[in-house]
């Protein structure tokens, strides 16, 4: 079985500060990762993913994450905010082999504010 | 726009009756999931059909059922409904053929049952 742990519900923070949202997984098999981002009243959209090789991912508008295999671990960053990047963060899993369905975190609620 | 259509977006319906939501996967899209957003459960897998095949199953009731159609697109029943089925019900397709590839999310269906 797998699960996700987002350690942070609600993120408040000024523009062009940096962030980082924390993502922590746990699962029995190998399993690939992503962060989707919810506007209000919208779908969710990929920000990005890791599948295999390097740890370090880069995402649409300025988003980066880390994949730390030993810390199961998955680490969503952003150098800089900005007032359009306040919506609700979710980390997820898809494990091997298993279809491609999504193993979501309860989400983070990142704020950004003036 | 993502490419998948869900409808209708709102529904509001009242204990005890059935309601069919519909998805329309991307063009080319074979495989197709659905979800469910709520409050206190967060973002549930539901079920995965497959070119018309159901490939997965998550936390779905037995009220629940699900189909895709020939054409792809794909309709999840929901019946017996109880308060607690209120809730944001998302659809996402993917050309999923065995290893991991993005899933493209609707703008999901919002049911409150009264």
Redesign the interface.
């Known amino acids: 079985a797998q699960s996700v742990t987002q350690l942070d519900s609600q993120v408040p923070v000024f523009e062009e500060a940096p962030v980082e949202l924390r993502c922590n997984y746990s699962s029995s098999v190998s399993v690939?990762l992503f962060w989707?981002v919810q506007y209000p009243?919208?779908?969710?959209?990929?920000l990005l993913?890791y599948?295999s090789g390097s740890t370090l991912v880069k995402g649409i508008n300025g988003f980066e994450a880390e994949f730390n295999k030993s810390q199961t671990s998955f680490h969503l960053r952003k150098p800089s905010v900005h007032i359009s990047d306040t919506a609700e963060y979710?980390c997820a899993v898809?494990p091997?082999?298993?279809?491609?369905?999504?193993?979501?975190?309860?989400?983070t609620e990142l704020s950004v504010k003036p | 726009d993502s490419g998948v259509t869900q409808t209708p977006k709102h529904l509001i319906t009242a204990t005890g009756q059935r309601v069919t939501l519909r998805c329309s996967p991307r063009s080319g899209d074979l495989s197709v999931y659905w979800y469910q957003q709520s409050l206190d459960q967060g973002l549930q897998f539901l079920i995965q059909y497959y070119n018309g095949e159901e490939r997965a199953k998550g936390n779905i009731l037995e009220r629940f059922s699900a189909q895709q159609f020939p054409d792809l697109h794909s309709e999840l029943n929901l019946s017996s409904l109880e308060l607690g089925d209120s809730a944001l019900y998302f659809c996402a397709s993917s050309s999923f053929t065995g290893t991991a590839t993005e899933a493209f999310f609707g703008q999901g269906t919002r049911l409150t049952v009264v």
Do not use: P
């Open positions: 690939y989707y009243n919208q779908g969710l959209q990929l993913k599948l979710f898809s091997y082999n298993q279809g491609g369905k999504l193993i979501f975190g309860q989400g």
